[in-house]
């Protein structure tokens, strides 16, 4: 026993220094400059893009922030797809899809229970987790869910039902639920009214009522991670001013005065917010900055490489001419990228 403890003693102050030392590397791992990140890379992390197979494009020339996933086919294929990217990417990628029971992206080797199928707070605890679970075995490191809003006449099985109290309780079960999994939430669609039509096929206008809102200051309550902007137009308890809300600097601004988690769109190429810019699309990216926007979430199989290029070129002109501020720029950077977990220096 004297031998082993000599032993510890001998040896402790090495295995304390190797461990000392590992942190301390670690760390500067995880430490990013951002005044050493061009502009085309800062502006890279604030897109958040839906991959055309395995494409390094994605990586070393667009610098893209984060990939979305929901039609691969198997786990195997959904595994491959995110080590290819993550293992290649100088800055770590948010990686998400949409979990909400709905539209299952894993149908193939999963069956998920729906939001409207959930009657307790304990289910939704249970449903996060679950999620949660699969999302953390296949590489996910972001939910696009839960759905805060209720008024839904689209789409009936993707949000909570019930009264508004345990509406509130289901919400924050289901953060939590993911959460013990180390999965970013996502709280969508402020302000509301994104399932009143189809957003995908029409661009509309709707009121908001200050109970709508109230759910998404709940969430942002119970620690969602992120909060994704809708396309309606909106009016009531909060105007957009005749704008969609993704583009409307009246909607966004005061969020981010309540929120400082990070803003993502929803998918811009929805024809609730394409149909404003239907002949040069690529103008609609320095509006969605300028309102206030941290991410651009543009998924749609006709946003491949070349198109994401142009409009990643459309905001460098932006800043370059001065009509988009460097600043606003670095604070979304700098959000996105602590979000991720670096240390963001100057």
């Not at 290819?84 to 899809?97: A, E, G, P, W």
């Not at 509301?192 to 009522?209: A, C, D, Q």
């Not at 300028?290 to 998924?299: F, P, S, V």
């Amino acid at each position: 026993m004297r031998g082993v403890k000599l032993i510890i003693c001998l040896f402790l102050p090495t295995i304390l220094l190797t461990l000392f030392t590992s942190a301390y590397e670690f760390e500067m791992d995880k430490t990013i400059n951002i005044s050493n990140l061009s502009l085309e890379e800062k502006i890279g992390q604030l897109m958040f893009v839906k991959p055309i197979g395995l494409d390094e494009r994605y990586l070393n020339e667009l610098h893209i922030g984060g990939i979305f996933l929901n039609d691969l086919k198997s786990k195997e294929e959904y595994q491959n797809t995110i080590s290819f990217y993550q293992d290649n990417s100088n800055i770590k990628l948010f990686v998400s899809t949409d979990m909400e029971g709905y539209w299952n992206p894993f149908s193939n080797f999963y069956n998920s229970p729906s939001f409207g199928d959930i009657t307790s707070g304990e289910e939704a605890y249970n449903l996060g987790k679950e999620h949660g679970k699969i999302l953390k075995e296949l590489g996910f490191n972001l939910d696009f869910s839960p759905i805060v809003e209720t008024k839904n006449t689209v789409w009936p099985w993707r949000t909570f039902t019930g009264t508004p109290d345990e509406i509130k309780e289901k919400i924050s079960n289901y953060i939590k639920g993911l959460h013990n999994q180390s999965i970013l939430a996502t709280a969508k669609h402020y302000p509301g009214g994104s399932m009143v039509r189809n957003p995908h096929l029409f661009k509309y206008k709707t009121n908001i009522s200050q109970e709508e809102l109230d759910y998404f200051n709940f969430a942002i309550s119970e620690k969602a991670d992120f909060v994704m902007v809708g396309h309606p137009i909106v009016y009531g308890a909060i105007d957009s001013k005749g704008k969609q809300s993704s583009i409307s600097p009246e909607v966004i601004k005061p969020l981010k005065e309540k929120f400082d988690g990070i803003i993502i769109t929803d998918a811009v190429t929805m024809m609730g917010l394409r149909i404003s810019y239907l002949f040069n699309f690529k103008k609609a990216y320095p509006d969605l900055i300028l309102a206030g926007n941290d991410m651009i979430l543009d998924t749609h199989i006709s946003s491949g490489y070349k198109s994401l290029l142009k409009r990643r070129d459309e905001l460098k002109k932006a800043v370059l001419k001065g009509n988009l501020s460097q600043k606003s720029i670095d604070d979304s950077v700098r959000k996105v990228l602590e979000m991720k977990g670096y240390k963001v220096i100057e």
